[in-house]
């Protein structure tokens, strides 16, 4: 008789590929305490958020506290959102400076440009992109006391939030125009600010003349780079879901700028009693 054929062996499955990590990607943050970071220590940052984050991909917009809160999460905001990945958007050109590119790419930066938005927010579920909308303009309105927000002529984060159909998060944060305060006036009109505006035009890059911390008996010394130490306090309000359209119309985009400034305009209103008791004027959107 002609024997049976030996039985085949176990089909195995393939052992698991390790994803490819570039050598500079922002890591994992480890979800055990761990002690702040001495900066936010120093100066006192604080977040206050009012809702729970979805874990779809969400578009934030917020102002210079993005760095501290998000980017390097020195007050351990992702211990607050688990499952949410920020990625903070700045200048292309700073990828452009030697070493500066490497601690931005570690710190899981990318560029403020339309492609890299639509990236991050096109590879799925838990992705969130930190903007500053006002740039390198509202930083020449800045000054102690004063919320001056550069708003209304702002509209291209507003149509990648509407083709990408993503939460858009209103955010503020209450005391980083007192972290700096300028050097000279510079109201419109002045030779200060014509100055200004020429090399802003030209480069770019806004040129604010500030005051940082002060030393020996003095109170603020010109051009500084270390802040003032006073506290911030970033607050997220409700995330507003916006519909996905391929093609946003100047109508949808205003519709959701009003209702994102409404929103913005409601945190302010209920938290600048308590955060910046000593304003100088309201939320204004002069731009």
Known sequence: PVPPAPPAPPV???PPVPPVRHPFVKPAR???PSTPSPYAMRHSHHIHHTCTLPKRHTCFSTKVGCFVNFVADATETQRLFP???FFGATLAANFKVPFFREVLLRLGCISVSASSIRYVLGMGPGNAV???PGGAAEALDARPGSNDLTLQRRSGFFRIALQQGVHLVPIYSFGENDLYPQ???NESG?????VQEFWLKRIGYATPYFCGSGAFCMPAIPGNPIPRRHPIITV???????PKIEHPTEADIEKLKVQYINSLNNIFTQFADEYAPDRKSPLRIIK
Do not use: N
């Open 12 to 14: 195995l499955p393939a």
């Open 130 to 132: 930190v903007i500053v």
């Open 183 to 185: 050097a000279f006036r």
């Open 83 to 85: 499952g949410i990945s």
């Open 236 to 242: 997220i309000g409700d995330p507003i879901e916006c």
């Open 190 to 194: 002045t030779f200060v600010r014509r």
């Open 30 to 32: 480890p979800t055990t």
